[in-house]
């Protein structure tokens, strides 16, 4: 396992550690930003989340569950109607092939419901391990670590790893945490890392993990200049949104959702 200089495994755990802990204080309110009401409308926006947004999958979603509402309709989908509903996902087409695929797979091999094991996951067209571990734990209640491009980069800064292969950040993430942590650790970093620690320009004065972060300095600094990079909730102008969802922890998703339907 890659430590920072002449770091422990001991001392990289505790320090590890601290920064989920910071984390945790800091979005208290994190979670699965893609909306979904059961493992198959997860499984399904998670592979159609890859090259686009959250809000943009949210929305297509939306349409998509209303008129396909389960494996068996979407494996029967006309593939072109399929593909002007998932335009704006962009890879429309790619998309809808592996999407009709995919629930092809569910249906005849598991009854059109979705597996709850990352052994059998993974088999399916379009699911990684990023997208595996995502069911699992937020479909499934099942640990893991899902290693997306924010949870690479920021892995690589807060040096729990050197890998930029997920598989590889994925182990060496896991070795410095109790899997009872894994999937809300997931959240907490993928949170910070669009909001906070950017990929061009890190808000590294405005940063509740600074002490503990050997990258710190790689972004802006000063405390003023780094308040402006901030996103969404966190952003100069949105103190009512964080308000709230500090004061109402266990509505987060739903006061996400309600927030952006105000957003022009």
Not at 80 to 108: H, M, W, Y
Not at 164 to 175: K, L, S, W
Request: glycine fraction near 6%; charge should be positive.
């Amino acid at each position: 396992m890659p430590v920072v200089s002449s770091e422990s495994m001991l001392a990289l755990k505790r320090r590890a550690r601290r920064i989920n802990r910071a984390l945790a204080e800091k979005y208290p309110y994190a979670h699965a930003e893609l909306d979904f009401t059961n493992p198959f409308e997860l499984l399904v926006a998670t592979v159609l989340s890859a090259q686009t947004t959250d809000v943009t999958v949210n929305q297509v979603t939306k349409v998509l569950f209303a008129r396909y509402p389960d494996a068996r309709s979407l494996a029967e989908a006309d593939p072109q109607d399929l593909e002007l509903i998932l335009k704006p996902t962009g890879f429309f087409r790619a998309k809808s092939r592996n999407v009709i695929a995919l629930c092809a797979r569910l249906v005849d091999d598991y009854n059109g419901e979705v597996p709850g094991r990352l052994e059998d996951l993974v088999t399916l067209p379009g699911v990684g391990r990023k997208t595996a571990n995502v069911v699992l734990g937020n479909g499934f209640g099942i640990p893991g670590v899902s290693v997306d491009t924010h949870f690479a980069r920021l892995a690589n800064r807060f040096g729990w790893t050197r890998s930029d292969d997920p598989v590889q950040i994925e182990r060496d993430v896991t070795e410095l945490f109790e899997p009872r942590d894994w999937t809300m650790l997931s959240h907490r970093v993928i949170f910070h890392g669009r909001r906070v620690c950017h990929a061009r320009r890190p808000a590294c004065g405005a940063c509740p993990v600074a002490n503990w972060c050997p990258s710190y300095g790689m972004g802006e600094t000063d405390p003023v200049k780094a308040a402006k990079l901030l996103k969404y909730e966190l952003a100069p102008g949105n103190e009512a949104l964080l308000e709230q969802l500090l004061a109402e922890t266990h509505r987060a998703a739903e006061i996400r959702m309600e927030s952006q339907k105000r957003t022009p």
